[in-house]
C-alpha cells in the first residue's frame, strides 16, 4: 500500500524556525533525513521524496479564457502551518506507515534536540482497474 507522508512545519508546531539553527544544526538534519531515505531505499519502501519551497514561492493556477493559465499568488487559506516535505512510501500498511512517521518526526532541530514535529499520514488512493 502506498502512503504519503506529509511534513508540517510553523510556529503552532513549536518547533523554532530553522532560520535560528547553526549550520551544524541544518547540516544534522539533513543528513538525518538522507538516513531515513536510504533506509526506505534498502527496505524496499522509498518511492519519492522531496523538500519544498517556502509558502511565499507557492501560486495558485486557474484555466482562464481558452484554457490559458491564470496565476495568482493566492488566496491562501490563512494558517502559519504550511507543508515542508513529502515522502511517498510504498509499505505493508498502516501500521507500518505510522511507524515510519514516527521516525521521521524524531530528526534533530535547533541543539540536535527531536524536532516530534506532526508527521500527517494519508493513504495514496488507487482508481479501480480500467477495461481495454
Given at each position: 500500500?502506498k502512503?504519503?507522508?506529509?511534513?508540517?512545519?510553523?510556529?503552532?508546531?513549536?518547533?523554532?524556525?530553522?532560520?535560528?539553527?547553526s549550520?551544524?544544526d541544518?547540516?544534522?538534519?539533513?543528513?538525518?533525513?538522507?538516513?531515513v531515505?536510504?533506509?526506505?531505499?534498502e527496505?524496499g519502501?522509498?518511492?519519492d521524496?522531496?523538500?519544498?519551497?517556502?509558502?511565499?514561492?507557492?501560486?495558485?493556477?486557474?484555466?482562464?479564457?481558452?484554457?490559458?493559465?491564470?496565476v495568482t499568488?493566492?488566496p491562501?487559506?490563512?494558517?502559519?502551518?504550511?507543508?515542508?516535505?513529502?515522502?511517498?512510501?510504498?509499505?505493508?500498511?498502516?501500521?507500518?506507515?505510522?511507524?515510519?512517521?514516527?521516525?521521521?518526526?524524531?530528526?534533530?532541530?535547533?541543539?540536535?534536540?527531536?524536532?516530534?514535529?506532526?508527521i500527517?499520514?494519508?493513504?495514496?488512493?488507487?482508481a479501480p482497474?480500467?477495461?481495454?
Amino acid at each position: 500500500m502506498k502512503y504519503m507522508l506529509l511534513m508540517q512545519f510553523g510556529p503552532q508546531s513549536g518547533i523554532s524556525s530553522v532560520d535560528t539553527w547553526s549550520p551544524e544544526d541544518i547540516k544534522a538534519h539533513i543528513e538525518f533525513m538522507h538516513d531515513v531515505n536510504r533506509g526506505l531505499v534498502e527496505a524496499g519502501e522509498f518511492v519519492d521524496a522531496q523538500g519544498l519551497a517556502m509558502p511565499d514561492q507557492a501560486r495558485i493556477v486557474r484555466a482562464g479564457e481558452g484554457g490559458v493559465p491564470v496565476v495568482t499568488d493566492g488566496p491562501f487559506p490563512e494558517t502559519k502551518e504550511f507543508l515542508v516535505g513529502y515522502w511517498i512510501i510504498d509499505c505493508e500498511g498502516a501500521e507500518r506507515a505510522y511507524e515510519l512517521a514516527g521516525r521521521i518526526s524524531t530528526a534533530p532541530g535547533l541543539n540536535g534536540e527531536p524536532l516530534n514535529m506532526p508527521i500527517e499520514v494519508r493513504q495514496v488512493m488507487a482508481a479501480p482497474p480500467q477495461e481495454l
